[in-house]
């Protein structure tokens, strides 16, 4: 009975590795899209399936030793071949691909893959959904940031937008059950296809400094002394809150990103990145309080970004000697909470009936009313 459970767990484990290990190979590595991907999954599980009827077969023959010797040496070989690739190969994200696994071992048990993309679909098209799909940032957020970019059509307050915020946690829902929402639009612009990605946040609040904290304290003895009420409204709060990631996709199939920061676009934290595009690494660090975004790096003087073993950072062509940068990863350099792509929920702004939106505060515009929004190469986000 033990021998057969042992069995069982080797024969379950075998597959789940087998495959997972030839998806990530064809996703990440090669570059592949759907299905591709899956029938890689599917090629890679059949692998161990075809080791085990081959070992019942040699029972049945009298080959029982011969069948598990191969059986076991065919493991090893991967495991050796995965192992190499870990020690001696570049870096991988692995934080995105364990989202892409958990997405798709949850959506295979609620048949509920992809329903919601059909919207891209009727949007921009097959191809060019599944281009907006397949460049959607992974978002990993600064320590304190408790908001998920949400749908403003179900929630305009931080009640119903804030999740748990705990180290390496890969959330896609709020506590209040609101989905992780990004609103998207494709622009073509003299051979190079922009992708813009719009989060929304009901509130921002400035804490450079600590000066949301500082506000509170400076407020504490005129409030204990009865000089007044209560805490005056913080300056620095404001609601909604619209931030943006854009893709610039060249003819030569290089990618190329940068994020909105406080009303303008940059590529990494520096003063230098300001106005800047960088190689796509696949993620957007999102600032505690303000949301402002950048892209997650190490500064490398002197050299181009470190190239990872990953679609998401194609080899800048003909670009000019720019200060590089490696890419910080979560799970290698950031302990942070993220939402990878996978389980974002996408929504075509080219497709969505905008007039019902009221803002909350007339000078925080939405993006349908900014001037990137029709010039994705502005200045101003």
């Known amino acids: 009975m033990l021998a057969r459970l042992h069995l069982a767990a080797t024969a379950v484990w075998s597959i789940v590795a087998a495959g997972a290990g030839a998806g990530f190979l064809a996703r990440d590595a090669l570059g592949l899209r759907q299905p591709l991907v899956a029938f890689a ?44 690739l870990a020690a001696f190969g570049p870096r991988l994200d692995g934080r995105s691909f364990g989202g892409f696994l958990a997405f798709r071992v949850l959506c295979a ?84 296809t ?13 804490v450079l400094a600590h000066s949301d904290v500082a506000w509170e304290a400076a407020w504490l003895i005129p409030r204990m002394r009865g000089i007044v009420g209560k805490t005056p409204e913080y300056p620095g709060a404001h609601p909604d809150d619209w931030e943006a990631y854009l893709v610039r996709l060249d003819p030569d199939g290089s990618a190329w990103v940068r994020a909105s920061s406080h009303g303008y676009w940059q590529s990494c934290k520096e003063p230098d990145c300001r106005h800047e595009w960088t190689a796509r690494t696949g993620w957007t660090r999102v600032s505690r309080g303000s949301h402002a975004g950048h892209i997650p790096m190490r500064r490398d003087w002197g050299r181009m970004p470190r190239r990872m ?16 940068g490696t890419p910080l990863l979560p799970g290698h350099d950031l302990h942070e909470r993220v939402t990878t792509a996978e389980g974002l929920r996408l929504i075509p702004l080219e497709t969505h009936d905008t007039r019902r939106y009221r803002p909350q505060d007339d000078d925080v515009l939405p993006p349908w009313e900014k001037d990137a929004y029709h010039d994705p190469e502005s200045d101003r986000s």
Request: net charge positive.
């Open 194 to 206: 922009f992708l813009q990605y719009w989060l929304y946040y009901p509130e921002s609040k400035t």
């Open 309 to 324: 073993l990953s679609p998401h950072m194609p080899p800048p062509s003909g670009a000019p000697p720019r200060p590089g």
């Open 109 to 192: 048990i609620e048949s509920d893959c992809r329903r919601s993309d059909w919207t891209l679909v009727r949007a921009y098209g097959t191809r060019d959904a599944a281009l907006v799909r397949d460049h959607a940032p992974n978002l990993v957020y600064e320590r304190g940031e408790r908001q998920l970019p949400v749908d403003w059509r179900r929630c305009r307050s931080p009640r119903c937008a804030v999740a748990a915020d705990e180290p390496d946690l890969d959330v896609h829902r709020s506590d209040a059950g609101e989905r992780a929402t990004v609103f998207t639009r494709l622009l073509r612009r003299e051979g190079s």
């Open 41 to 84: 999954w599917i090629v890679g599980a059949a692998v161990p399936l075809l080791a085990l009827a081959r070992r019942r077969r040699g029972r049945k023959q009298g080959e029982c030793g011969q069948a598990t010797v191969e059986f076991t040496a065919l493991i090893l070989i991967a495991a050796i071949a995965l192992g190499a």
